[in-house]
């Protein structure tokens, strides 16, 4: 299934000065029979939300708004581990079923731009 993990900057989180600016926040928006749905952690509440068509440029309109996009895939064995953040990037590896030990969305972000990925 076609994804895409959007990072941001969100400033209500209280550690988020903590955070390196633009990575303060990540959510995954996912393709499924032609329709793009979006979902997010967000402050402590997963939201599910249908988005739009599959034929809108998804990419573009988060990019137009200075996020960063990165286009991936979900995979399709779970990552079996006793214990997953319950944070946004927590979230976003379940969703993928990434296995990575990324904490942060900027470590989630170098997870995926890294070229030696193996996918288990």
């Not at 994804?3 to 941001?8: K, N």
């Not at 400033?11 to 955070?19: G, N, T």
């Not at 997963?46 to 068509?53: A, E, H, M, Q």
């Not at 990165?70 to 944070?87: A, C, G, M, W």
């Amino acid at each position: 299934m076609k994804a895409l993990v959007i990072f941001c900057d969100d400033d209500s989180h209280p550690l988020s000065f903590m955070l390196r600016k633009g990575f303060r926040h990540c959510f995954v928006c996912l393709e499924d029979n032609g329709l793009w749905f979006l979902l997010d952690g967000g402050p402590g509440v997963p939201r599910i939300k249908y988005l739009t068509t599959s034929d809108f440029d998804l990419i573009k309109f988060y990019r137009d708004q200075g996020m960063t996009v990165i286009e991936t895939s979900q995979r399709d064995k779970p990552v079996l581990s006793p214990f997953i953040l319950r944070n946004c990037t927590g979230m976003v590896k379940a969703v993928l079923c990434i296995r990575s030990l990324s904490v942060t969305p900027y470590q989630l972000y170098q997870f995926l731009r890294s070229k030696h990925v193996t996918w288990i």
